[in-house]
């Protein structure tokens, strides 16, 4: 299986979940045309009608049900492994950068991102400052100073 029939057969169970071209292209974030010729590609790739469309909706053929009963615990199961690769659901974590310029460093937005990791605490931070300073053969070179959130000012 490559990747486009991965991306087709989500956008097939998506498609007959929501019952319409129009709103299966907008939870997905495509058009209804793509996801029109996604679907007419993985019709034509298994050589079987999986939906059956009417000028106001779809719905699945026979053989298009008894892939989505098979395709449903499948991506079922991606979520659930994602999931606890992240170790919980919901849990809020990573790496967040912050480039500014040094005059704009003491603005709210910086003193905000300690609260921020107070209430997360698996969020890592940095704020990077730079100020355009002078010339060096021609070209700018910029001063650059970096912080963790700790050395960050508070309001």
């Known amino acids: 299986m490559d990747r486009v029939d991965l991306i087709d057969l989500m956008a097939f169970s998506v498609l007959a979940e929501e019952g319409s ?14 996801l029109s010729h996604s679907m007419s590609r993985l019709e034509a790739k298994y050589g079987t009608a999986l939906l059956l ?5 779809i719905a699945p053929t026979d053989p298009g049900l008894e892939r989505l009963q098979r395709l449903k615990p499948a991506f079922d199961e991606i979520d659930r492994g994602f999931l606890q690769l992240a170790g919980r659901s919901g849990r809020v974590a990573g790496h967040v ?5 040094r005059d704009a460093a ?17 969020i890592r931070g ?4 730079r100020r355009w300073h002078r010339r060096h053969r021609g070209r700018r070179v910029r001063r650059q100073a970096s912080a963790t959130a700790k050395d960050w000012p508070r309001t």
């Open 21 to 34: 071209f129009r709103r299966a292209a907008t939870k997905l974030g495509v058009s209804p045309s793509a």
């Open 53 to 57: 469309r009417t000028t106001r909706s």
């Open 97 to 101: 950068r912050i480039n500014v310029h």
């Open 106 to 122: 003491g603005l709210p937005i910086l003193p905000k991102f300690r609260d921020l990791q107070r209430d997360y605490p698996e």
């Open 126 to 129: 940095r704020a990077v400052a």
